[in-house]
């Protein structure tokens, strides 16, 4: 079936979208490299990680439908943050975003009738629950913290631990 052109710039700008995500934390790891805070910044860059796998996921369903992937320029992104709250309060915020601009894709695929889309963006649905879902275990975290240095050196320690693994290809 011929890939429904609505649908096809929606993901486009999701894929922009997805990328946008990418540079924001690494700008956030970098920040945290700079305050010595290497754990946090692993976690950070686990983040960019993941924004850059699924924009590709998109990327390539796009080609994958007969489209045409059109990648576009990126907005900055923000360099400085107030505090550790400050930097993960801003990125709840930030996923809560991308999982309305989800579901506008999903909308639009829907509306489409193009079920192929809307199955691919099922994935994306559940990724973001556990997406948000993680953000907030670390500020349930940092509200308990408070500003005790030892327990923030604990946990800057814990989050040293997360490695990458491309849910992309861990849900295939
Ligand atoms: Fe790709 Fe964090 O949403």
Redesign the pocket.
Known sequence: MKFNKKVEEILNKQVN??FW?AFMYLSMASWFESKGLKGFANWMRV?YQ??SA??LKIHDYIITRGGEAKLAQLDAVPLEWKSIMHVFEETYK??CK??DL?HGCYNVAADERDHASTNMLQW?ID??VE?EQNVIAIIDQLKLIGDNGQAIYMLDKELATRVFVDPTQAAN
């Open positions: 979208a997805e995500s983040q993941e924004e699924h924009a930030h996923e991308v999982t989800i994306f990724e973001q997406e």
